[in-house]
């Protein structure tokens, strides 16, 4: 009996249609590679990163006393910038200014700021911005869960919602519009805004966190378009998983970098990349997940957050017990 194929005279086309979808993944991939090689391993040998200091003497930097805000402080200092360091603690705030003017020989001004309250709070920061040159603001404050949750199940959740919008989104926002006119009027400027891999896809059990990385994105893609134009670089840095406080991390490893690590990274990017996951392990986890289905990406992270939540709650319980 001659071999009939299954799908008899439509095998041809399936082939084709196989064939071309091969093709426009293996391209993908291989630009994402050839891109990934040449803003995180060629740009700084080849000196191809912005110089920070070409676009005026001021960097502010929100959540700047710990973790990645303090990296992007003590990074922008080194390349000769003086700092505006903005965070909730004094003392952490005075500590990390000495830091930095003794180590690098910059100015520091610090501005202490409790970024959960509501719109109140920047008519004083504005007050102390006046009459600086900002060349780069780095939105870099954020604030997430204390452990993955269902929406309902989170633990003073009438206070946390406003609270995380205000310190993950309104932040951004506001002090992006009191830093921008003088960057506009000087025709240069640069705002690194440090979003979140969960704000790339819905993160669940993270949800709220999640959006307000998603409108972070968003807002700095956004402005980009309205203002990439008038000398202004926007970066919206989407970080994996980096070895600090909030992450709850303290050992860096191949795919958890450490703070200053990763900024060094991302800094490298600036200029070539609007929307970066600013490591070249953190870009091929992005490739990934962008690649890939987006049941299976669902799937993989409420089993890791599942899990999370479990133990968790199971330490809790023990606490309570003792
Ligand atoms: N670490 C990660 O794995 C990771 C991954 C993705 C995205 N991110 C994003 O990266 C950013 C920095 O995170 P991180 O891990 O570096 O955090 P971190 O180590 O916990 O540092 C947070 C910084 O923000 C300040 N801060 C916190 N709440 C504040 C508030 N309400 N008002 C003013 N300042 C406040 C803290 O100082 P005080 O306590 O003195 O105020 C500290 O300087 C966040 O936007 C986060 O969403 C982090």
Redesign the pocket.
């Known amino acids: 009996m001659p071999q009939t194929a299954p799908f008899g005279q439509y095998n041809a086309v399936f082939a084709s249609i196989g064939a071309l979808v091969t093709f426009y993944y293996t391209v993908r991939l291989l630009r994402s590679v050839i891109r990934g090689l040449k803003t995180f391993v060629l740009a700084k040998p080849l000196g191809l990163s912005t110089d920070v200091k070409r676009y005026g003497d001021w960097a502010v930097v929100?959540?700047?006393?710990?973790?990645?805000?303090?990296?992007y402080a003590q990074e922008l200092a080194q390349k000769g910038l003086n700092i505006v360091l903005?965070?909730?603690?004094p003392?952490?705030?005075g500590n990390?200014a000495a830091e930095i003017e003794t180590q690098y020989k910059v100015q520091t001004k610090t501005v202490?700021?409790?970024?959960?309250?509501g719109a109140d709070i920047y008519n004083a920061i504005a007050r102390e911005l006046e009459g600086l040159k900002i060349g780069v603001l780095v939105?870099?404050?954020?604030?997430?869960y204390s452990f993955p949750q269902y929406f309902l199940e989170v633990e003073n959740i009438e206070k946390l919602i406003p609270?995380m919008i205000?310190?993950?989104c309104l932040?951004v926002t506001m002090m992006t519009y009191l830093v921008l006119p003088g960057m506009i009027e000087r025709k240069k400027g640069i705002i690194i805004n440090?979003?979140?891999?969960?704000?790339m896809n819905p993160s669940p059990l993270l949800t709220v966190?999640s959006s307000?990385?998603a409108y972070?994105d968003f807002f700095s893609r956004g402005l980009e378009i309205e203002y990439g134009s008038k000398g202004i670089i926007f970066q919206s840095?989407?970080?994996?998983?980096?070895?600090?406080?909030?992450?709850k991390?303290r050992r860096a490893s191949l795919t958890?970098p450490t703070?200053s690590s990763y900024v060094s990274s991302a800094l490298g990017a600036l200029g070539s990349e609007t929307r970066t996951n600013g490591c070249l392990m953190h870009s091929i986890q992005g490739w990934v997940a962008d690649a890939a289905p987006e049941w299976l990406v669902n799937a993989v992270q409420v089993h890791m957050h599942k899990d999370l939540r479990r133990r968790n709650l199971k330490k809790l319980e023990q606490k309570k017990a003792k």
């Open positions: 929100t959540g700047a006393t710990d973790g990645i805000g303090k990296a903005i965070s909730r603690t003392e952490k705030l990390v202490p700021v409790d970024f959960t309250g939105n870099n404050v954020g604030m997430s609270n205000n310190c993950n932040a440090v979003s979140s891999a969960s704000g966190y307000t990385k972070m840095v989407l970080p994996f998983f980096v070895s600090t406080k909030l992450s991390i958890v703070p």
